[in-house]
């Protein structure tokens, strides 16, 4: 396979010296060819903001003009981070002086060797390591170009990923949970984030990983109601292989699996008490231990934890433990409900319509202001998550225009003021729907209705007569989060 030649910068303001590089490299011409001659820092600063494709600089430590050394190796890596720097110098006490090497590689060079001894006049000392250094030198720009684009492509992939759920509105509220963002990603503490229920704190926990330096890494969401009891250790932690009849093979827990990046353990207050030792050890000391081996694993991993229920009130019932709330407590994000956040209504509303009405692919509806003033007046009990799905209620029944009476339908206006317990609003004389469609919309709206009058989902998985998992499941299938 045919090898891209290496261009070369040599920086020499001594013809002799010049000379002697030539005949070293000569043999070498096909693979390694020398672009650009300049003998002074300046015009190598030129040369590079001119013609900035060059592999190695080759360059003496000591030439004429004021720029040269650590300073000019410094400058040639502003204009090109890639470029590898290659340093020859005519103080041969400079080979095994260690605070010279540690200043040359801090300011940016990649290999520094000596021009003499002076018996050998027409190549440069030691030309065979001189030749694989400038071969080793272009490998290594040419590994970081590769390195660049990769993480180009992640952090373009990252953008995507927070476009596609951003974190919406201008109030004195969502602005503070921002700048808590923002400070709290620059650092690797465990945070608590809490707020009720459809305020948006997986959002939260979302936006901390993916502005940390952790966001090239896995982001796990675990929830902590969804997973039985009995299987709780063996999710977080793993097992291996024969630990219990069944185990056929090794399993990775979710904490292996959120190595070096963040798990995000939602509803924490529903982990059961044992599990909550196990959780401290791994807070504590970074060592999970797996089902069936006394081998201790050890995982860097950073936990970020929601709830809505009063933790402190659960302490005071031994139902979670003190010290486990301080580890996962050091920093704390209070998720504002939306009815302290009016403001935010209407960027919501158009953000969520315009978001369905793409998915669907159908025309962006008007909005009355008659509707505009009952979506902004009402309460939202089920916080965001409850004004998301209302608004693609609202773009399936509307036709060109979102009036008064499809708020109603969607808001379920009538039920709240007689007390029943739902009314749906697809039976409409206007918009009849084939029976699957019914059902499913009936099915989303009844499990909305009592996850809205239920403290946590694992209440509304009973009060529905499911098993959490299976609520779970169910939920995810509907398009509830």
Request: hydrophobic share 35%; glycine share 6%.
């Amino acid at each position: 396979m045919e090898q891209d030649q290496i261009k070369v910068l040599l920086i020499e303001d001594e013809e002799y010296d010049v000379r002697r590089i030539k005949n070293t490299i000569n043999p070498y011409r096909e693979r390694i060819q020398i672009e650009e001659i300049v003998s002074t820092g300046e015009d190598a600063l030129r040369v590079l903001e001119k013609n900035g494709s060059f592999d190695v600089a080759i360059l003496d430590y000591q030439i004429s003009g004021g720029l040269y050394g650590e300073r000019l190796i410094k400058r040639i890596k502003i204009i090109d981070p890639s470029i590898q720097v290659i340093v020859i110098t005519k103080m041969t006490v400079n080979q095994t002086d260690l605070h010279f090497a540690n200043q040359m590689i801090e300011s940016g060079a990649y290999w520094f060797g000596t021009k003499y001894p002076s018996d050998i006049e027409d190549f440069i000392y030691q030309p065979t390591d001189f030749i694989l250094t400038i071969l080793n030198a272009a490998e290594k720009k040419r590994l970081e170009l590769e390195k660049m684009k990769s993480q180009n492509r992640l952090d373009k992939k990252i953008d995507r990923i927070v476009q596609e759920r951003p974190m919406l509105g201008n109030s004195p509220s969502i602005l503070k949970v921002r700048e808590h963002i923002s400070k709290y990603a620059a650092t690797h503490a465990n945070v608590l984030i809490t707020g009720e229920s459809g305020s948006g704190k997986e959002l939260i926990a979302r936006s901390i990983h993916y502005q940390s330096a952790r966001r090239y890494d896995n982001f796990v969401t675990v929830n902590c109601a969804a997973i039985p009891d009995e299987l709780i250790e063996s999710e977080l932690f793993g097992f291996v292989k024969g630990a219990f009849t069944g185990a056929s093979e090794d399993k990775l827990g979710l904490f292996e699996q959120a190595h070096h990046g963040t798990i995000f353990l939602d509803e924490i207050s529903e982990l059961p008490y044992q599990a909550q030792a196990k959780l401290l050890r791994v807070l504590e000391t970074g060592e999970l231990d797996k089902i069936g081996r006394k081998k201790s694993y050890n995982v860097d991993v950073r936990v970020i934890s929601a709830t809505n229920k009063d933790i402190k009130e659960l302490m005071k019932q031994n139902r979670f433990r003190e010290d486990l709330y301080y580890r996962l407590n050091i920093l704390n994000i209070q998720a504002p409900p939306l009815k302290e956040r009016a403001e935010d209504i209407r960027i919501l509303i158009d953000y969520f319509v315009g978001h369905h009405c793409r998915d669907l692919s159908i025309t962006l509806p008007s909005i009355s202001d008659e509707a505009w003033s009952i979506l902004q007046h009402f309460e939202w009990p089920g916080n965001v998550r409850q004004l998301k799905n209302v608004t693609q209620r609202l773009v399936i029944l509307s036709n060109d225009t979102i009036s008064k009476a499809t708020v109603d339908l969607a808001l379920d206006v009538q039920s709240q003021g007689s007390g029943a317990a739902l009314t749906n609003p697809v039976f409409s004389s206007e918009n009849i729907l084939p029976l699957r469609d019914v059902e499913q919309s009936f099915r989303k709206q009844y499990f909305e209705f009592v996850r809205l009058h239920s403290h946590t989902d694992t209440e509304a998985a009973g009060k529905l007569g499911l098993a959490p998992p299976n609520f779970h499941r169910m939920c995810k299938e509907l398009g509830l989060k």
